[in-house]
């Protein structure tokens, strides 16, 4: 008997109709999916980069740099035009967020989004239920 254990991340973020450019004054929309964590919390949040992430002390990593970006995502969403980032997954663990690039955002720049999904009861790294893959956007 084999018995094979793939490490499978059921938090998965895409972008509505593959639009990872985006030019000034338009939007991208993200759906959110973790069947794991129906109604449960999430927040999805954006960095300049990636690599190397926040790595968690269970050795999780959220694909998302704590930079400056991610700072204003998390505690100042809507000064950046993200909208619904922060709120409750469905009953079948799905969300959706717009992101609405603002007029002083700089062409050419990439920038990456992620999302976690969240029980506020436990502790961190416990309170992390999901992590999904990183999303690139590209400002056009």
């Not at 269970?58 to 694909?63: L, T």
């Not at 998390?74 to 959706?96: C, R, T, V």
Request: cysteine-free.
């Amino acid at each position: 008997i084999v018995i094979t254990v793939f490490n499978v991340n059921l938090a998965n973020l895409t972008v509505v109709g593959n639009a990872t450019n985006v030019s000034i004054g338009n939007s991208s929309s993200f759906n959110l999916r973790d069947p794991t964590a129906p109604n449960k919390q999430y927040i999805l949040a954006m960095s300049f980069g990636n690599n190397p992430g926040i790595i968690l002390s269970d050795g999780r990593v959220v694909p998302l740099n704590p930079d400056g970006l991610f700072m204003l995502s998390i505690f100042f969403p809507n000064l950046i035009g993200l909208q619904n980032s922060i709120g409750m997954l469905d009953n079948n663990g799905e969300a959706s967020a717009v992101w609405s690039v603002p007029p002083y955002a700089i062409p050419g720049i990439t920038v990456h989004f992620a999302f976690v999904s969240i029980n506020p009861a436990l502790i961190v790294p416990q309170a992390i239920l999901g992590i999904s893959n990183p999303v690139a956007v590209t400002i056009i």
